[in-house]
Structures are given as C-alpha cells and as structure tokens.
C-alpha cells in the first residue's frame, strides 16, 4: 500500500514557476514508476509526466515538454513535478499517482495509487 500527498500548488502569473512535491509513505516507493496527471472540472484526468523506478527515464506529453521537469528522491520517498514557463492554460488540479512494477504509462488505469491533488492556478 501506498499513500501519496501533493503539496506546492498555488497562484502564480503567466510564465513563473512552480514546484510540486508528492511525498509517498510505505517501503516499496522505490518499485513503483511514478507520474503526474491533470485534471480540469468536467474533462478526463489528462497525462503530465512519468519517471521509471530509478528516476533515470522520464516521458512527457507534448503540451509541457520543455517546460515541466519530473524528478524523484527515493531516499526521500518523494517525486517532483518542476513547472516553469505557466500558462493560464495550465490553470487545474495536479494529481501525483504510483505504477507498480512498471513506469510510463499515460492511461489512469494503469496507475494504482493517487494522492488527492494540488490546485495550480496561472493567473494575472
């Protein structure tokens, strides 16, 4: 079992940054591939980022490469979601969720555990 929490969402103007954070209890956090979902109020929760087990992989959708960075510290139990260049349509809640046994993949269902999300609002 795990549980993850996300922190770091906030306000923030059109092309400024942010960090979240999604920190996972539990021993096995280094087993799972990682990654970072979106979703707006009505729409389907939307793929972000993935990182495999040992952090040395990562994917992106094309709608933030470039711009977001994912990252993890397995020591620290916790994984990173760096967000730079915001856009107002980046604007919705940021959900961190954990993949047993494999990484990568961009469809919820693939995904086990979610932590309850973060809002981001990009905004002047």
């Known amino acids: 079992q795990v549980q993850l929490a996300e922190s770091g969402g906030g306000l923030v103007q059109p092309g400024g940054s942010l960090r979240l954070s999604c920190a996972a209890s539990?021993?096995?956090?280094?087993?799972?591939?990682m990654g970072w979902f979106r979703q707006a109020p009505g729409k389907e929760r939307e793929f972000v980022a993935a990182?495999?087990?040992?952090?040395?992989?990562?994917v992106y959708a094309d709608s933030v490469r470039g711009r977001f960075t994912i990252s993890r510290d397995n020591a620290r139990n916790t994984v990173y979601l760096q967000m730079t260049n915001l856009k107002p349509e980046d604007t919705t809640a940021y959900y961190c969720?954990?993949?047993?046994?494999?990484?990568?993949?961009?469809?919820?269902?693939?995904?086990?555990?979610w932590g309850q999300g973060t809002q981001v609002t990009v905004s002047s």
């Open positions: 969720a954990a993949q047993r046994w494999s990484w990568g993949s961009p469809a919820p269902a693939e995904y086990d555990y």
């Open positions: 990182i495999s087990q040992s952090g040395g992989d990562t």
């Open positions: 539990g021993r096995t956090f280094s087993s799972h591939g």
